[in-house]
């Protein structure tokens, strides 16, 4: 059985850096083919893809976040961890992670989800 | 990026009606869409992938088709248990892209 879980500050300041951690099991990110992502939602607002890593390292950032986001994964805690710099209000969301997988060059949709975890920017 | 439209955005119907909701993309993802059910304050759920394939565990009244741009969910008899907003997504290419979401509410 596969499952996700998001970890993180509940409240970050303006212009701090955000960390999440993604802690799975059920799956190894060293499996090929084997993919986990992000994805953010604004209080009743729709869904945000940010990022996404692969089991070979593949990383994809979404092109209007790409300047201030960074995934990276830990195989051996298998934990997907995304940072977040110069945190704005706006970035106040719901963050998932989501797993997902790829087979050759076939994408997949995120077929299983975390709970998400809340994240207020605020002063 | 691909844009993603959904139509209508709010839904309302009543236990047993057939509802159909549409999603459109600005240009040709083939077969690679996928619609999510999300209730509040819950995290979304896989309903159908590769536009009309339904997801394991997802009851049969669930159904997607559509190829290209454009692409439909149908309830074919809504149930209590399936008022909810729901997004649809291309994994066409990257960056993936939802729709805004459509909200089906008890009429």
């Known amino acids: 059985q596969i499952t996700l879980k998001e970890s993180g500050p509940t409240l970050v300041k303006p212009t701090q850096t955000l960390t999440l951690t993604c802690t799975f099991s059920g799956f190894s990110l060293s499996t090929s083919g084997v993919g986990v992502g992000w994805i953010r939602q604004p209080p009743g607002k729709a869904l945000e893809w940010l990022a996404l890593i692969y089991w070979d390292d593949d990383k994809r950032y979404s092109p209007s976040l790409k300047s201030r986001l960074t995934i990276t994964k830990d195989t051996s805690k298998n934990q997907v961890v995304l940072t977040m710099t110069n945190m704005d209000p706006v970035d106040t969301a719901t963050y998932y992670c989501?797993?997902?997988?790829?087979?050759?060059?076939?994408?997949?949709?995120?077929?299983?989800w975390g709970q998400g975890t809340m994240v207020t920017v605020s002063s | 990026d691909i844009q993603m439209t959904q139509s209508p955005s709010t839904l309302s119907a009543s236990v047993g009606d057939r509802v159909t909701i549409t999603c459109r993309a600005s240009?040709?993802?083939?077969?690679?869409l996928a619609w999510y059910q999300q209730k509040p304050g819950k995290a979304p759920k896989l309903l159908i992938y590769?536009?009309?394939s339904l997801e394991s565990g997802v009851p049969s009244r669930f159904s997607g088709s559509g190829s290209g741009t454009e692409f439909t969910l149908t309830i074919s008899s809504l149930q209590p248990d399936d008022f909810a907003t729901y997004y649809c997504q291309q994994y066409n290419s990257y960056p993936f892209t939802f729709g805004p979401g459509t909200k089906v509410d008890i009429k």
């Open positions: 590769k536009a009309s």
């Open positions: 989501a797993h997902t997988l790829i087979v050759v060059v076939t994408l997949d949709a995120f077929d299983i």
């Open positions: 240009q040709s993802i083939s077969s690679w």
